[in-house]
């Protein structure tokens, strides 16, 4: 049986919202839809989001996803730019490979779950994967416990991945490569469930989709988004530690210390990358 929430929990979600975490839940949640959604991301959204992006986007270092162990989930954890960095991280894992296609995209309840429009937003494009819903306002945080254990139960699955972004929020500051501080629950969540963790890089999408997929047919420069992809990161030590707010913050900094170094390893592909485009333009 799947994880409910308690009854205190449920009374923090406004009516909407709690009709479109149902319906979502009942999705993910069900042992007949859940395979068929997951099968219709393999021939249908992750090929569409590819067809959408290929042009723009390049991956490197995608090999180390070969490296994680096949009997653990997966957590991929992923700086904070635009609503679709995930996606465009997920579709290309999808052709790439054949493991840990189960997946779960933790999103703000803004919108997303609080909008009967957000509903058919998750289930168009993202056929329900953009869940579970997090509450942002502090005074309805009682609903995030419920989120962090269902998160956490996903991950004890083998054939599950769950896409975090550990900075808790949409990084909107002019330079991408200064991140923010890392939140406990991805530290927590890592402690709790022991799964493989990945780290990845990102930036160059812009905000608008239509402008992305317009670009991406045009002769503008490309590609003009690099995803950098990391060794699975070791957790062993911390894992010994007492499990308190400390050792969440203490893992989730070092989650944050190697985005950071891949970060600096984008910008050096991107500098290599814009130079060769110098030179090709020269007569």
Not at 117 to 136: C, E, K, S
Not at 235 to 260: G, P, Y
């Amino acid at each position: 049986m799947s994880l409910q929430p308690t009854s205190e929990q449920w009374q923090v979600l406004q009516p909407v919202e709690r009709f479109n975490f149902k319906v979502t839940h009942s999705f993910n949640s069900s042992p007949i839809i859940r395979p068929i959604l997951t099968k219709l991301c393999v021939v249908f959204g992750g090929p569409c989001v590819e067809i959408a992006t290929s042009n723009i986007v390049l991956d490197h270092g995608f090999e180390n996803f070969e490296k994680i162990d096949p009997n653990r989930g997966a957590l991929l954890v992923v700086n904070h730019r635009t609503f679709y960095d995930q996606l465009a991280i997920y579709a290309r894992l999808l052709r790439l490979f054949d493991t840990h296609r189960n997946a779960y995209f933790p999103v703000r309840a803004n919108f997303f779950y609080d909008n009967p429009l957000g509903l058919l937003v998750n289930l168009l494009f993202a056929l329900g994967g953009m869940y579970p819903p997090i509450i942002r306002e502090k005074k309805r945080r009682l609903w995030n416990r419920y989120a962090t254990d269902l998160m956490a139960k996903l991950l004890t699955n083998p054939g599950n991945m769950v896409g975090f972004h550990p900075e808790g929020t949409r990084n909107r500051g002019p330079d991408p490569y200064a991140l923010l501080p890392g939140k406990p629950g991805c530290g927590e969540l890592i402690f709790r469930s022991n799964p493989n963790v990945v780290p990845v890089f990102l930036q160059g999408f812009i905000k608008s989709p239509f402008k992305m997929v317009q670009r991406n047919w045009s002769s503008s420069p490309k590609p003009v988004v690099h995803m950098v992809m990391g060794e699975p990161l070791d957790f062993s030590e911390e894992l010994k530690l007492q499990e308190n707010r400390k050792t969440f913050l203490q893992i989730s900094k070092k989650v944050m210390k190697a985005i950071d170094e891949l970060a600096k390893r984008e910008q050096d592909i991107r500098a290599e990358f814009e130079g060769k485009v110098q030179e090709t333009a020269l007569p």
